[in-house]
């Protein structure tokens, strides 16, 4: 047989629930609250009602509110009494079974923000501090805070939440800067974002609270601790870690902060770890302090029960009447557990006396209606969260795009970082703003030497993480894809290797430079190409063979379109064939449509060992031009013959002509003819006529003169 509630007997009970989608009259019954420090509470009730088939589902996402009434100087429970509540969202419901006619319901209730650990994302943020990140995200979910920070944050370029609930996420960069956060209940439920526990505000009403012994008489008259002592704990004396910094190769990035504890020898030993997660000196500094003083928070912490019931976390109290608390010494409530029940004149009042195994009600162990655990720290130290939350490592490679402005095709900085999207990130826009710049791995680097290649928009790289952290990518390496293809046809022309470039902007298939190497046996080559100019430098020797190796034709052929320029420094040789022990005469030929100049600034010798030097013009004049010096020609053995077939030759000299053969000669000089010879013969077919002023002829041996008719004057 089930029970009645009667609603005018539970309205005034010291505990109880409202819940605005729940039409069926809720009696709670027990209930247990955990909160603290950088986690949603947490509070688990259990609750009964006099019907069986309570949609669970309308619980489900609602609000519940819980309220008690605690005793404040007497040990009855009074309407006047001070009320404490708590209110949350029902995440979990269960229906448990009916005894002694009542229906027992199981329940938990958390934090709006306790939602932020059902969701999960793969996000980039830039040049954002934490607290804003924090904020954003918070923001998301509808979750009411107040931010109480007083440190300064730096700005990171970068901060990726990667495969983790918003919850880890949040609770990773509150950790890693040092805040920590509690709820506050006046009402509706509010978050308070903290990074200094000297802020912290009292408690409310008085703060001061009793200490009384377990036995004392009026124990259950007062708010009191029953229990209050203190914990100490060795912790580390010194932290120190270090970083690297790119744009800063040389700069000494190692800080530490020190803060021993304690009177024993051990005290001042040292975390000493890297990456530290930081750029710069001031920052690596900021974090060496945070993480020296989350372990130096472990070395006291104070821990009280009893009936209080203003206990708030993140709230400052007092002690009185305590051998070891010093007068006047404050505290901060770290976390604190809070237990709620109904009396046995309720329960009574109900006629329940009997419970299922494993509620809430089972695991309380005293007979007060309320009671309250508490771990607290002194005021004086600052709390820091401890970095409990796994850091997301990524191991192995991911894949992404290179990304860049509409309108470009390379985009970078002076460093060769370039931008990409990886293929998990749904929020970016295939800009530049896309993630931040990424630096690039290449074969080799230098100062000012070394090799570069810039991945270009549109492009797949394969990108690796330093230490596995997601806030430092790097670029390690490209991959062909369906939209990205090899420039060689494969597997037809797997046999060849190269570079080939695209020429941008708006560059086709049909503008590159290439450097191609084709390995097929019986078919090398090495393929060069220069989409528009070619310049080679060569500060000392350039030697190029062809043919020697095999001593096949090896031919070398040069086509040039228009112009070609050659200048050198000092002598050119050019040697063609292999002369006497030669296996091939080589030949030469110079063949010139147009033009030919050659201008020689000193000597120019041309030299035929063998054979015929012809020189030809088929058409036009020949002209050799000494204007100054000699022009000689020796013929050592051979003739030399000098033909006009139509026209003239002509010799003029402004000194002399002279023709010699032996001890014979004619000379012609600026005096006039001389001939001179062994024997000189003048013969002509028709007539030979000398004629002069005067004419003088000696002989010193005889004189002749014949003829058919010799006439003297």
């Known amino acids: 047989m089930s029970i009645k509630i009667d609603k005018s007997k539970i309205k005034d009970f010291p505990i109880r629930m409202e819940c605005s989608s729940c039409s069926d009259p809720l009696v ?66 269960r229906f448990v079974g009916t005894y002694d006619g009542a229906c027992h319901y199981w329940a938990e209730i958390r934090p709006r923000m306790w939602f932020l650990s059902l969701n999960k994302d793969c996000r980039i943020f830039q040049d954002k501090t934490a607290p804003d990140i924090i904020k954003e995200v918070l923001q998301d979910y509808g979750v009411t805070f107040d931010e109480r920070l007083s440190e300064s944050y730096r700005s990171r370029v970068i ?18 800067e040092g805040i920590h956060y509690f709820f506050e209940y006046d009402g509706d439920e509010k978050m308070v974002l903290h990074d200094d526990s000297a802020a912290h505000t009292p408690v409310p009403a008085d703060d001061t609270i009793r200490f009384l012994e377990l036995n004392d008489p009026s124990r259950r008259d007062l708010e009191h601790f029953f229990e209050w002592y203190i914990d100490h704990a060795a912790t580390t004396g010194k932290y120190t870690q ?27 030993r040292e975390i000493y770890d890297y990456p ?21 928070i472990h070395y006291r912490t104070w821990r009280g029960t009893g009936l209080v019931s203003n206990i708030e976390v993140g709230k400052v109290f007092k002690v009185s009447k305590h051998e070891v608390t010093g007068e006047g010494e404050e505290f901060v409530v770290r976390s604190a557990t809070h237990l709620f029940q109904l009396n046995e004149r309720e329960l009574n009042t109900l006629e329940i006396s009997h419970f299922p195994s494993g509620s809430v009600r089972a695991e309380i162990d005293f007979n007060d209606p309320y009671q309250v655990r508490v771990l607290a720290i002194p005021k004086q130290e600052k709390f820091r969260p401890a970095p409990v939350t796994p850091w997301p490592e990524i191991a192995g490679c991911h894949t992404a795009v290179v990304t860049g402005p509409s309108g470009e095709e390379i985009y970078t900085d002076k460093y060769g970082r370039i931008r990409i999207q990886f293929h998990w990130d749904r929020l970016g826009k295939m800009d530049e703003k896309s993630t931040c710049w990424v630096r690039c791995m290449m074969p080799w680097t230098g100062k000012k030497w070394g090799m570069i290649g810039i991945p270009r928009m549109g492009q797949e790289v394969v ?75 060569v500060e000392n020797d350039a030697t190029i063979k062809i043919g020697f190796d095999d001593m096949d034709k090896g031919d070398l052929t040069q086509e040039i379109y228009h112009d070609k320029t050659e200048e050198v420094g000092n002598d050119l040789k050019v040697k063609i064939g292999y002369g ?51 022009f000689e020609e020796t013929i050592s053995m051979g003739n030399h013959t000098t033909k006009v077939s139509l026209g003239k030759t002509e010799h003029e000299a402004m000194q002399s002509i002279e023709l010699k053969v032996g001890a014979n000669s004619i000379k012609i000089d600026q005096s006039g ?23 003088k002829i000696n002989g010193s041996g005889m004189v002749m003169i014949q003829g058919g008719l010799v006439k003297i004057n």
């Open 276 to 296: 530290g997660h930081y750029r710069e000196t001031s920052d690596g500094e900021f974090y060496s302090k945070v993480r020296m003083e989350e372990r130096a």
């Open 28 to 93: 709670l019954v027990a209930a247990r609250i955990d909160e603290g420090f950088n986690e949603p509470s947490r509070a688990r009730i259990e609750f009964i009602s006099d019907t069986p088939n309570i949609d669970l589902d309308d619980l489900m996402g609602r609000g519940i509110s819980l309220t008690a009434k605690v005793p404040d100087g007497a040990d009855r429970l009074e309407s006047g009494a001070r009320e404490r509540k708590h209110v949350g969202i029902c995440v979990n419901a």
């Open 242 to 268: 270090t970083d690297y910094n790119f744009e800063k190769p040389k700069a000494d990035l190692e800080t530490f902060r020190s803060l021993p504890k304690g009177k024993h020898d051990l005290k001042e």
């Open 580 to 630: 006497d022990g030669g296996k091939s005469p080589g030949d030469m030929t110079h063949e010139v449509y147009n033009d030919r100049t050659e201008t020689i600034g000193n000597n120019f010798k041309t030299t035929v060992q063998k054979g015929d030097h012809e020189n030809t013009v088929k058409k036009g004049n020949m002209k050799n031009t000494v204007s100054m010096g000699n």
């Open 159 to 176: 901060c990726v939440q990667y495969r983790e609930t918003d919850l880890a996420f949040i609770h990773r960069l509150m950790e890693e």
């Open 673 to 695: 003819v001389t001939i001179k010879g062994i024997m000189v013969k003048i013969e002509a077919q028709a007539m030979a006529q000398t004629n002069a002023p005067m004419v």
């Open 463 to 537: 990108v690796q993480f330093e230490e596995g952290d997601p806030d430092r990518p790097l670029v390690i390496g490209m991959l062909y894809n369906a939209d990205t293809m090899p420039p060689y046809e494969l597997p037809a022309n797997m046999t060849q290797t190269g570079i080939k470039s695209r020429s941008t902007k708006e560059g086709s298939n049909q503008n590159f430079n290439e450097l191609r190497f084709e390995d097929k046996k019986g078919e090398e080559e090495v393929y060069f190409h220069a989409e528009k100019n070619y310049n080679q430098v």
